[in-house]
């Protein structure tokens, strides 16, 4: 039977509820009980005064826009304060009913401005969140996944300009200079000049500049310029983040695109350490003597892949000169040895061959192309960090950790760009990015929490049901 609905509906008054009206199963309902907000307050206190000014707007609420914004990824805040002016979900989330109005798309921006900017008010709220992600013993801190992905700027890559830079000195540096002075020693070798001294200081053909071009956007000056592989070439922000291996976040880092991981891991590295860190999973980008070292002294296991000798086809490859440890030297496949020489300046210690032996040698054209027919293979002073992480990879069990890489890190970074509008940002500056990689990660744990809670029971509709039969057992 044909029914034909009248329009007189709409115009209607009712009286109801906005409790009644969001369902029980609701994502914001559950993320709702999941934790309490009123912890903002204690944050913002500072920034607000007690007894001057006008009524601000509830500092919660204020936050508490965001937090929809990256939760389901809408792309703007204009656009966020439209979908809550007739999302009935939305507006009983902030605590608004169906006449209040909502807030101007600019108030959290001038809000800001004027009082979060250059604050660490956001990594706060993130890390209270984890805090109660922790109270539930849902975190397993002793294996950690690290990695980076990188995040599209708001800048025009058309408005470019060339910037003539000092290179920044590596977090290493030092150490590495104290082991680098300390291994001429032991080898009767004379401590390297200054760099202002020597005008060959690596002991290359040519001079080390201590200067760089880059290119820098005229829009955003925050970022870096970013190309890898078949990636389209911008401006872009790198995030570093770390997971445990349930999908957790446990802390994340902001960088401008151009830097490579291994040069900003330790900003992250300071953030994830912890006294139950057992082992660290990361890609090859990580894989570098420095960090090696570093995660092996602080007795964690580092994992690291397989990674391909960048050695020309038709050569030998490094693994084919054997190491004597005894008589610190090299043997080659002909059996020959590449003696100990010097150790420059960037930490490597430099085993060179008899140019007039190696002259009549079989395999010469698989060694060296030198035309003085001397084979060089170079040797990090911190080489046996890098043997330790290869002897790791070898362990039982190591692969299969490996792989969860793609369950867990990899597929957070998948999750944050395709559902909560992490692919690019709308924001100018590093802190801005901040802010928004700190809600963004803080809302994806904020909804593997809630439900997290509604499957043991502690929150939902089936918790009430839960704690009339067992009133003494739930904390609710």
Known sequence: ??????????????????????????????????INFDFIYELVEDKYSMDKGRPSVDPVMLIKIPLIQYMFGITSMRKTITEIQVNVAYRWFLGLDMNDPVP????????????FKETDLFEQIFAKILEECFGCDLVDPTVLFVDATHVKARANKRKVIKQVVE????????????????????????????????PNPTGGTTPEPQTKTIKASQTDPDSGW???????????????????????????SVHPGNHHDSRTFPTLYEKIKNPRLKKLVADAGYKIPAIAKMLIDDSILPIFPYKRPMTKKGFF???????????????CPNYQILSYRTTNRVGYREY??????????????????????VKLVIRHVWEDYMEQCEDIRHTLGVKE????????????????????????????????????VGLTFACLNLKKLAKMKQRMGLIGPFSLRLFWFFPIKLNI
């Open 1 to 34: 039977m044909l029914t034909r609905k009248k329009d007189k509906k709409r115009t209607q008054i009712q009286l109801l509820s906005m409790d009644n009206m969001v369902p029980q199963d609701h994502l914001l309902r559950l993320v709702d009980q999941a």
């Open 352 to 373: 060179k061959s008899n140019g007039k032996i190696c002259q009549a040698c079989a395999y010469l054209t698989q060694c060296t192309l030198s035309k003085s027919h």
């Open 226 to 252: 970013f190309h890898k592989g078949d990636h389209q070439e911008v401006f872009a922000y790198g995030i570093q983040t770390a997971c445990d291996a349930n999908g957790w976040i446990l802390g994340y």
């Open 104 to 115: 101007h798309f600019s108030t959290f921006g001038k809000n800001y401005t004027r009082r």
């Open 167 to 198: 290179k920044e000195v590596s977090f290493y540096s030092d150490a590495l200079e104290n082991e680098i002075r300390k291994d001429r020693e032991d080898h009767g070798r004379k401590p390297l000049k200054n760099n202002d001294d020597d």
């Open 317 to 331: 490859r490094k693994s084919d000169y054997a190491y004597d440890e005894y008589n610190d030297c090299y043997l």
């Open 401 to 436: 950790i490996y792989a969860r890489r793609k369950e867990t890190i990899e597929r957070i970074f998948g999750t944050a760009k395709e559902y909560h509008g992490m692919r690019y940002t709308q924001y100018i500056g590093k802190a801005r990015m901040q802010m928004q």
